[in-house]
RNA sequence: GGUGAGGUGGCAGAGCGGCUAUGCGUUCGCCUGCAAAGCGAAUCUAUAGGGGUUCGAAUCCCUUCCUCACCUCCA
């Protein structure tokens, strides 16, 4: 039985998917205006052993990552060096893409770039307006709150707490907490005509129509950095509820811990952003996949090469291991390559898992037998090539 | 200020009422032409401070202090 963190109930809750073996994942994807860094790296290397370890389970996956290229930043990105926004967008897509190549991350399956759904998002806020669940405000579109009585409880946050938030701001808007779902600001730079009037739709609107779009009503995990949890999370749950006959339209709702530098977040005012490109380059993503793994992924990581470093030790292992691979696999074996995948189970419990592996490996160089299968299992479920 | 997550040996990081993981590091052996890796052994005996509960607490309760994140865009 697999169980896993659930940030809306706050516990580990038994994993079952809507449809008997087809797990549905929404990985909040990247901003498309810059290169991936290991903050980035680190959430779909999560998902990407989540996803391996369910397909080990008899799962199938399909996972969804939304490509963010409607986005202030793209404008600025793209007025900054004179090209269209696309251009640009495409640009840091294709990195990303490449990014998550050279990390062997397989398990993303549809790519969805924002900016293709564009018509799919105007004929959904339309259905919110005449279903009164949303309103005009000085040419802006916002989504009336009030309609769920539930809002606020992916994030923890009171009606109080909600109302002290300077949340979309702008006049006329009938509950402070109301959450915008199209634009009419020419002040972009960019901007999609549509019959509220050109502008653009407003972040959250954009993933809940890419979920709508392609998964329909419900789907089973939402994953994505913990730092998405309010305002992004919260506001894309109210609006994608109202498209769906469910309370609970996703099952799982999955936040990763924050990779930090020096103690702080990774920003480029702090200039302490590290590459993913650069970090795979120079250590490999078998390593690196070993080092983000051993820590557990709801913690926050405090960045340190000298950690990746020291994984070479286990990587060496492991390779000596895959050398002396036998028919069959040792009794005593049997029950450590089971509790491997227990601990997968179990919240995904990488570093517990790692650790088993460890002490799979010591023991087979010193003399037990593990077989070929079970040590190709679990190399398949770490991502580890060798 | 509000909300959430934390504070464990030199470092990283499990354990979440009793048997005090594990890895790195350090020291010494074995191996090797030398080194690295590997193997063996030793080393450090930790749980932010203060109160409780208990026969017994890192683990439960109270309290103080500290750290990080979210509350504008952010993975």
């Known amino acids: 039985m697999i169980k896993i963190f659930n940030s809306f109930s706050s516990n580990k809750d038994k994993f079952e998917p809507f449809e008997k073996n087809m797990v549905k994942v929404f990985i909040c994807g990247p901003t498309l205006y810059d290169y991936t860094h290991v903050g980035h790296a680190r959430i779909f290397l999560t998902y990407d052993l989540l996803c391996r370890h369910l397909r080990e389970r008899g799962y199938d996956t399909d996972v969804l990552v939304n490509m963010t290229d409607i986005n202030q930043n793209v404008f600025n990105k793209a007025k900054d060096e004179s090209k269209d926004y696309h251009v640009v967008a495409r640009f840091y897509a294709q990195k990303f893409a490449e990014d998550l190549n050279i990390l062997n991350i397989k398990s993303v399956n549809r790519f969805a770039y924002v900016s293709d759904y564009v018509e799919y998002m105007e004929s959904h806020i339309s259905q919110l307006l005449e279903q009164k669940i949303a309103y005009y405000a000085n040419g802006n579109v916002y989504l009336d709150i009030s309609k769920d009585r539930k809002y606020g409880m992916l994030s923890k946050q009171s009606r109080n707490q909600l109302q ?13 907490e109301d959450i915008m779902l199209w634009n009419c600001s020419d002040d972009f730079g960019f901007s999609w005509k549509s019959k509220f009037g050109s502008g653009i739709p407003w972040w959250h609107m954009q993933d809940t129509t890419v979920a709508l779009e392609n998964f329909g009503a419900n789907y089973d995990i939402h994953g994505g950095a913990r730092e998405l949890l309010y305002p992004h999370h919260e506001a894309h749950l109210a609006q994608y509820k109202m ?28 200039g302490n952003v590290v ?92 003399g037990s037998n593990i077989g070929y299968d079970d040590f190709q299992r679990i190399c398949q479920v770490l991502g580890i090539v060798l």
């Open 164 to 176: 002290l938030h300077r949340l979309d701001i702008g006049p006329n808007k009938k509950s402070q």
């Open 243 to 270: 498209f769906s006959t469910s309370e609970n339209p996703v099952k799982m709702w999955m936040h990763v811990g924050l990779v930090l530098s020096n103690g702080e977040k990774m920003s480029k005012s702090l």
């Open 275 to 366: 590459w993913s490109k650069d970090l795979a380059q120079k250590y490999g993503q078998n390593l690196l996949r070993l080092y983000i793994f051993s820590t557990h992924y709801r913690e926050d990581v405090n960045f340190d090469e000298k950690q990746i470093i020291e994984r070479r030790q286990l990587l060496q292992k492991i390779n000596i291991t895959g050398t002396k691979t036998s028919k069959k696999t040792d009794s005593e074996l049997s029950v450590l390559v089971e509790a491997f995948f227990a601990a997968l189970d179990d919240d995904l419990n990488s570093p517990k898992a790692l650790e088993i592996f460890e002490n799979i490996c010591s023991k087979v160089i010193a």
